[in-house]
């Protein structure tokens, strides 16, 4: 069976430095930091007392009053980028087969602020429940992609994956190969996230995972770095319209990257933990070469998953050293996280678009915050180190992991007739 070959027409993003496409690669060319003192809640009494929060943002300027309140922030955020998305994508709403047009979309959490106050709220009552009629569609992970096919009229195929922080590269990696299969003309494909809530700070406080510089939030988050100490928590979506090649051409859109594969695998090794030896993480990428028919010499450029952790930078690197061999010093190695923060089940989505835009501009956006070597790192590596550096990217890709040992890896290759 022949593949169909499957291009990238459409984006939208809506994270913590920046609310739509052109203000996310302007913070990101720019090195700016999204990290803050935390406003949607009292934090005083945590161990973590900043996020990368959205800024100036409000649902209502884009949703409905009263349709926004039956939605967590989380597919708010969904509705906002896929909105981007489509209206960056040129497609004719009207005329396009509705019936192959899917949504698949990513979420590690799905409403966690709707859960927490609801039952807050239960509990702070007389013991009746009394819950929002809206409470269980509010919270569902799949709710999202649910919403932004009603509001489209999109019948193709709709549901969430969920994988912890590879959720959103899981989403595109189905929406590939429904694209590809030819099941699909069109799919809207990425992922949102809102978990910077008491539950969520909470959470991941009790598993030491966040970095605890409350005296410098923006420096936090800091890849690669010796003096790390844990991600910071960010928020928002990330949405990319994947089309059939033919149909895009047809209906002449602007095509910013073809997607040429995709590999999936399992540490099996430990809860949240990788494995120190990164043996997931090398059969991922392998398995993403693979898929793409490309070799890892022709690899330029790679966006890791790169979430500022002691144990996950180390295990990831010495995998990209091991797969890629020699090669690998050749490549632009970065981690956008250190500027968004870790947007969980969106982070797939947004550093996908950063890859993809990277490769359009001939920019690779920096890692930023690093001061202190670590000696557990391969020297040799160029991990593009506090300011963007430009190159001409033919082939990126994108690394996501998620707790459980979910592996994620996405290719890229630079639009060609």
């Not at 999202?144 to 959720?167: D, E, H, Q, R, W």
């Not at 939030?217 to 010796?226: G, H, Y």
């Not at 928590?233 to 995709?262: D, N, P, Q, S």
């Not at 923060?341 to 969106?346: D, K, N, V």
Request: negative net charge; contains cysteine; hydrophobic residues 40%.
């Amino acid at each position: 069976m022949q593949l169909k070959r499957v291009v990238v027409t459409g984006l939208g993003a809506l994270t913590p430095i920046g609310n739509n496409i052109e203000e996310y690669w302007n913070g990101l060319v720019n090195g700016v930091s999204g990290a803050a003192p935390v406003t949607y809640y009292d934090a005083t009494k945590f161990k973590t007392r900043f996020a990368c929060e959205l800024k100036n943002f409000n649902a209502t300027d884009f949703i409905d009053r009263k349709e926004a309140r039956k939605m967590d922030r989380f597919t708010q955020y969904a509705i906002v980028a896929s909105d981007e998305a489509i209206l960056n994508s040129g497609l004719d709403l009207d005329t396009i087969n509705k019936l192959r047009v899917g949504v698949i979309w990513g979420a590690g959490i799905g409403g966690l602020e709707t859960f927490q106050n609801e039952v807050l709220n239960f509990a702070s009552g007389d013991g009746t429940p009394r819950f929002n009629p809206f409470f269980i569609p509010k919270m569902i992970p799949d709710i999202a992609p649910g919403l932004i096919s009603i509001k489209n009229g999109f019948m193709g195929p709709n549901y969430t994956t969920v994988s912890a922080c590879a959720s959103s590269a899981n989403a595109m990696i189905d929406a590939l190969n429904y694209v590809r299969l030819g099941h699909c003309d069109v799919i809207v494909t990425g992922g949102s996230e809102a978990a910077v809530t008491i539950a969520g700070m909470g959470g991941f406080n009790a598993m030491h995972a966040l970095s605890t510089r409350n005296e410098s939030p923006e420096t936090a988050s800091r890849p690669f770095d010796a003096e790390r100490d844990g991600f910071v928590l960010g928020e928002g979506a990330g949405a990319i319209i994947l089309e059939e090649y033919e149909h895009a051409k047809a209906r002449g859109a602007k095509i910013y990257a073809e997607v040429i594969g995709g590999g999936m695998s399992s540490d099996a090794y430990h809860m949240t933990a990788p494995h120190p030896e990164g043996i997931g993480v090398i059969a991922v990428m392998k398995n993403c070469l693979e898929n793409a028919g490309i070799k890892p010499e022709d690899v330029d450029h790679i966006n890791t998953h790169g979430t500022s952790t002691p144990l996950g930078d180390v295990a990831e690197l010495k995998a990209i050293s091991e797969v890629f061999g020699d090669h690998a010093k050749n490549i632009n190695i970065n981690s956008t996280k250190s500027m968004t923060g870790h947007l969980l089940g969106a982070a797939g989505a947004i550093e996908s678009i950063a890859s993809i835009l990277a490769m359009e501009n001939g920019i690779i956006p920096p890692t930023i915050n690093h001061t202190t070597v670590d000696e557990n790192i391969n020297p040799d590596l160029n991990l593009t180190l506090n300011k963007a550096q430009k190159r001409d990217i033919k082939i990126a890709m994108s690394n996501t992991f998620g707790f459980g040992g979910h592996n994620a890896c996405v290719a890229f290759k630079k639009f060609e007739e």
